[in-house]
């Protein structure tokens, strides 16, 4: 089933549960599905891995983010996300939260995972609505964002 979600956006043939291996392999994807211990304290947890990788589970009915590029996180997905890398310095996330402000962007949720203390951290905010173009670069452009990504999910 997640196979066929991400192919849906690649492809325009049409992607059913029977097919999605077959229509993958045609695209140089494989799917590898392996039990790992890394599941930890999930009792199940499928990990996306490409040049980022992206882990889930479902707790109780709801899905959660449990894990996103090289970070533990605990999240429920939301229809619009930010996501910042940034260097760990106070006052970084305060910035964040009063430029969707004043762009009238309401968080929801928010996750904050680090590496370590003033090292590189990662930010998830689940938004109420998209962030404005010119809010997204306002805070691209501040010193400790590393990288910063828009995800929105239908």
Do not use: F
């Not at 980022?52 to 894990?67: C, K, Q, Y």
């Not at 996330?93 to 968080?107: K, P, W």
């Amino acid at each position: 089933a997640v196979m066929g979600g991400l192919l849906e956006n690649v492809t325009e043939e049409r992607v059913n549960l029977v097919n999605a291996s077959s229509v993958a392999r045609a695209h140089g994807i494989s799917l590898i599905e392996r039990k790992s211990p890394e599941a930890g304290r999930y009792a199940s947890m499928l990990s996306l891995t490409g040049s980022s990788s992206v882990s889930g589970t479902v707790a109780g009915s709801e899905p959660r983010l449990v894990g996103l590029a090289d970070y533990w996180v605990d999240l429920p997905p939301a229809a619009h996300m930010l996501v910042t890398r940034h260097h760990d310095r106070p006052g970084t996330m305060g910035r964040i939260g009063l430029m969707l402000g004043e762009g009238d962007v309401n968080i929801s949720a928010m996750h904050l995972g680090r590496i370590g203390p003033r090292a590189d951290a990662l930010m998830i905010l689940a938004l109420d609505d998209a962030v404005p173009a010119e809010i997204a670069q306002r805070i691209r452009d501040q010193e400790a964002v590393l990288d910063l990504w828009l995800i929105r999910l239908d």
